[in-house]
């Protein structure tokens, strides 16, 4: 089966990436293999946050208000800046706390860990998180809640509360270790930091950004 992890990635091939390169100043195909390490290592921080009951509540406050908007719109928002942009500008700063919440503790080991993963180094790193978070928010909450770029890969979630928000990132997390032969190395080190709270006001501002009039 089909993970989020893979449906976002599949989404995000073609256009998508020869716009984040473009942003980066990288290869496409440097960019595609970055944002293919760097996906299961944001949804897994998410679904360690859910983990908890604090941490699904806050998580699922977060995104049930912001679902609708397509993949490539939230792209085109982050890079033209309608959300702060990816770096610089008067967003760049909650960008960088919607990563802290995402990450708890973990938020620069997970940044160096991924930036000599993939060849891109801290500062591109940092702006590949910072395009990528938002994203990864708009499409969970179009798995929760319905939007525009639904696949049969990855329907609506049949319990859109806070509880099948957790079962289903924890099925993610699952899905995340058998296809990288367990949970080890980076990955691991960073779920095994935790973080449940903080969520709610903070990812709900970052993704009604660029969508409220």
């Not at 708890?104 to 940092?126: E, I, M, N, R, Y």
């Amino acid at each position: 089966m089909t993970s989020l992890t893979q449906g976002l990635a599949a989404q995000l091939s073609g256009a998508p990436v020869q716009q984040i390169a473009q942003q980066l100043g990288v290869s496409p195909s440097q960019a595609q293999g970055a944002i293919a390490t760097a996906l299961p290592l944001l949804m897994g921080a998410l679904g360690n946050n859910a983990s908890q009951p604090q941490g699904a509540q806050a998580l699922h406050a977060a995104l049930q208000d912001h679902a609708g908007g397509d993949i490539t719109s939230v792209l085109g928002s982050v890079l033209g800046g309608a959300m702060g942009g990816a770096s610089g500008g008067q967003g760049d700063d909650t960008l960088g706390r919607m990563l802290g919440h995402i990450f708890g503790g973990q938020q620069q080991q997970a940044t160096q860990g991924l930036g000599q993963a993939t060849g891109l180094g801290s500062d591109k790193t940092q702006m590949l998180l910072r395009i990528l978070a938002p994203i990864v928010m708009a499409y969970l909450a179009n798995h929760m809640f319905g939007g525009q770029q639904q696949q049969a890969s990855a329907p609506v979630a049949q319990d859109s509360g806070p509880q099948g928000l957790g079962d289903i990132l924890g099925r993610e997390v699952e899905q995340i270790g058998q296809q990288q032969g367990g949970l080890g190395g980076l990955l691991g080190q960073v779920l095994g930091g935790g973080n449940a709270g903080g969520l709610g006001g903070l990812l709900g501002g970052i993704l009604g950004g660029g969508q409220r009039s």
